[in-house]
């Protein structure tokens, strides 16, 4: 059995949303820049050219965009655990890595921020 993924990749997903701990960071949404890097097979796909052997990556975008504008999470790790559980609930996504990053949230730093990986069980 074939234990390599393939990878859909959403790159550099920029939305803004309350996200800190600071009573600042709580009065005005900030930018968050999010990276999903989801695993599955889209072999089929490939063969067939039918989005339903794969993962729609639209759908995920604009539910990652909803959640990340709404959610108002104190810590860029909760906010990628919510991500994560929503991409795990997609048909066909086994695993995914989320990095979660707010640029310019450290005074030097381009961005910080968190990645984290998640795996639908079985």
Not at 25 to 36: A, H, S, V
Not at 91 to 113: C, D, L, Q, T
Request: net charge neutral; hydrophobic share 40%.
């Amino acid at each position: 059995m074939d234990t390599k993924m393939d990878q859909i990749i959403i790159k550099d997903l920029l939305v803004r949303g309350i996200i800190g701990l600071n009573d600042w960071e709580r009065e005005k949404p900030q930018d968050i820049l999010i990276n999903i890097v989801i695993f599955t097979n889209i072999k089929k796909a490939g063969e067939t050219d039918d989005i339903e052997h794969s993962v729609n990556y639209r759908t995920i975008a604009k539910k990652t965009i909803t959640h990340a504008e709404t959610a108002g999470r104190f810590t860029v790790e909760a906010l990628a655990e919510d991500i994560a559980k929503l991409c795990l609930e997609e048909a066909n996504v086994r695993k995914v890595r989320v990095r979660i990053e707010k640029p310019g949230a450290v005074r030097f730093a381009k961005s910080v921020g968190v990645e984290i990986e998640r795996s639908n069980p079985g």
